[in-house]
């Protein structure tokens, strides 16, 4: 009985070491730095619409393109598949439409275009949770 206590004390103590020891490599702040890439999309994304409404096209493409380097970074590739990859692609294009729209002035041009990059954002989140279940 003595034996298997000491024996299971050690067990959960070597659990912890390399518990830690793991968490380490893994570079906590790393996963900051990436969710906090990840979150920078956002600001950009709500100043579109707010360009949109005001009628402001260099507004909407700056913040497009502002989005469009956070994809270039290399943060954004946090997922290493062919799908991400895709989803990226497709997520660009939706981008360089919208930038297209906002050269040629075209105020509905530019709203179905942000609608479409919306899409997107939405798409590509519900493939990462759906690849987590
Ligand atoms: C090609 C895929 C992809 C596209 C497109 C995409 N994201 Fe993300 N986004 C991610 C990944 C991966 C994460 C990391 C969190 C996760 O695993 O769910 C994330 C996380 C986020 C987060 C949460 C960050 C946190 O604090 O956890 C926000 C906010 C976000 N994205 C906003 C956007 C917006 C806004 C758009 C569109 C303008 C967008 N994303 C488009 C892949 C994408």
């Given at each position: 009985m003595r034996i298997k206590t000491v024996a299971l004390f050690s067990m959960i103590a070597l659990v912890v070491v390399v518990g830690s020891v793991w968490s380490i490599n893994q570079e906590p702040g790393d996963k900051v730095t990436k969710a906090a890439i990840m979150r920078l999309k956002l600001e950009p994304a709500k100043k579109i619409l707010e360009g949109i409404t005001l009628g402001d096209f260099q507004a909407v493409r700056k913040n497009a393109e502002q989005i469009r380097l956070l994809t270039l970074?290399?943060?954004?590739?946090?997922v290493q598949t062919d799908d991400y990859r895709q989803q990226t692609k497709n997520f660009e294009r939706s981008l360089n439409l919208l930038n297209r729209m906002c050269d040629e002035k075209d105020i509905e041009g530019v709203t179905l275009a942000y609608m479409q990059v919306t899409m997107r954002c939405v798409e590509c989140h519900q493939r990462m949770r759906d690849l987590r279940k």
């Open positions: 970074d290399e943060s954004w590739m946090l």
